[in-house]
T-cell receptor, first 114, second 115 residues
Framework: AQSVTQLDSQVPVFEEAPVELRCNYS??????LFWYVQYPNQGLQLLLK??????LVKGINGFEAEFNKSQTSFHLRKPSVHISDTAEYFC????????????FGQGTRLTINP | GAGVSQTPSNKVTEKGKYVELRCDPI?????LYWYRQSLGQGPEFLIY????????DSGLPNDRFFAVRPEGSVSTLKIQRTERGDSAVYLC?????????????FGSGTQLSVL
């Protein structure tokens, strides 16, 4: 079984500032890792994913995340945020084998202030 | 349509009533998932279909919840004897199911309110 903890429920930042959204996971097996974004009144969209290989993965809209196996973390970063990045962000994991289901964290609400 | 379609977008019902929530996946997607998102929480897995069959229904909370996908495309989530605790956004997602690299496409959800 897997679990995901997003350490911050809300993160307010100023426009053009850098941001990091934290995600830690727990699993007894190897996992794939994902970040999804949910804009107001829209469905969840995949930002980026880590399956294997380089631990630094780049996604859409200038976001990137780094997989740290020893710290069981997959933190999401962006060097300079824009007003349009205001949304809810969800970290998720899936076991490499077995069940297809994603296990999501509680979400982090990112608010960008002008 | 271009994406996953869920109807209705909002459903208000009274405690004890029966409801059906519909999901139209992207054409050709063999995998279909239902998730439930309570206020302030992340989505929680309910059930996963491969084609017409439920490959994993371990997330259904009890026997009041049931889902079908008779022709391998449209799916219906059915909730009997609704309770106030069933109030949530019910999300549907689909994919080509060729492996973990396959992108999951989510619908906008059905907001269920049980009064």
């Amino acid at each position: 079984a897997q679990s995901v903890t997003q350490l911050d429920s809300q993160v307010p930042v100023f426009e053009e500032a850098p941001v990091e959204l934290r995600c830690n996971y727990s699993s007894s097996v190897s996992v794939y890792l994902f970040w999804y974004v949910q804009y107001p009144n829209q469905g969840l969209q995949l930002l980026l994913k880590y399956l294997s290989g380089s631990t630094l993965v780049k996604g859409i809209n200038g976001f990137e995340a780094e997989f740290n196996k020893s710290q069981t973390s997959f933190h999401l970063r962006k060097p300079s945020v824009h007003i349009s990045d205001t949304a809810e962000y969800f970290c998720a994991v899936r076991g490499i084998q077995g069940a297809q289901k994603l296990v999501f964290g509680q979400g982090t609400r990112l608010t960008i202030n002008p | 349509g271009a994406g996953v379609s869920q109807t209705p977008s909002n459903k208000v019902t009274e405690k004890g009533k029966y409801v059906e929530l519909r999901c139209d996946p992207i054409s050709g997607h063999t995998a279909l998932y239902w998730y439930r998102q309570s206020l302030g929480q992340g989505p929680e897995f309910l059930i996963y279909f491969q084609g017409t069959g439920a490959a994993d229904d371990s997330g259904l909370p009890n026997d009041r919840f049931f889902a079908v996908r008779p022709e391998g495309s449209v799916s219906t989530l059915k909730i009997q004897r609704t309770e106030r605790g069933d109030s949530a956004v019910y999300l549907c997602a689909s994919s080509l199911d060729r492996g973990p690299e396959e992108k999951l496409f989510f619908g906008s959800g059905t907001q269920l309110s049980v009064l």
